[in-house]
């Protein structure tokens, strides 16, 4: 069994500031590890994941994100924020050997001009 | 680009009127999922094709079909709509054959109205 726990269902930054989205897992197996990006009515797009390899993951648009096996953490963080980055992020685990997808409940990040 | 197609963006349809929503893909993926996603929600996964085996989620209701007549396409049919089904609903597919195999790739939505 699997799960994900986002911890903060809302974060406000200042533009230029960094981000911080924290996010929690359990896994029976070594999982796969993903944050998603969902702007306003569109699609999930992928922002970075891990596999097992790197445990620091960098991802697109100087987002990147740690695994820390000791925590069972995945946090996603970003040295200054855009105002373009403003949108819901999802974190997400798989199980090994399990096509489907466990998505967090999100974290809606706002960017204060 | 290789990419996940979802017809229409936009859907809207009375009460208890079948609506089918379209997916294609060109990425060539063995997988490919329907998610239902209300407002400020996760999406919530109402069922999956590998290949040309169908899998559905315990708790997806029975209004609720699919079909996949072939890798390309799949469809999403709801036979009678109410109100409650007003969503997003998203596409995606992955493939089992490359290393990551699991990361899914999500088309653009289709949005749903019920009227």
């Known amino acids: 069994a699997q799960s994900v726990t986002q911890l903060d269902s809302h974060v406000s930054v200042s533009e230029g500031t960094p981000v911080l989205l924290r996010c929690n897992y359990s896994s029976s197996y070594s999982p796969s590890l993903f944050w998603y990006v969902q702007h306003p009515n569109k699609g999930l797009q992928l922002l970075l994941k891990y596999t097992s390899a790197a445990t620091l993951v960098k991802g697109i648009n100087g987002f990147e994100a740690e695994f820390k096996k000791s925590e069972t953490s995945f946090h996603l963080t970003k040295p200054s924020a855009h105002m373009s980055d403003a949108a819901e992020y999802f974190c997400v685990v798989a199980g090994f050997g399990n096509e489907k997808l466990t998505f967090g409940t999100g974290t809606r990040l706002t960017i204060i001009p | 680009d290789a990419m996940v197609i979802q017809n229409p963006r936009y859907q809207v349809t009375q009460f208890g009127k079948p609506v089918t929503l379209s997916c294609s893909q060109t990425?060539?993926?063995?997988?490919m999922y329907w998610y239902q996603q209300k407002s400020s929600q996760a999406p919530k996964l109402l069922f999956h094709y590998y290949d040309k085996d169908f899998n559905n989620e315990a708790d997806t209701p029975d209004n609720f079909q699919s079909r996949r007549p072939n890798t390309s396409f799949c469809f999403l049919d709801i036979r009678s709509p109410g109100l409650g089904d007003a969503a997003m609903y998203l596409c995606?597919?992955?493939?089992?054959?490359?290393?990551?195999?699991?990361?899914?790739?999500f088309g653009p939505g289709t949005r749903l109205t019920v009227l």
């Open positions: 990425l060539n993926h063995n997988v």
């Open positions: 995606a597919t992955s493939s089992p054959s490359g290393y990551s195999y699991n990361e899914q790739f």
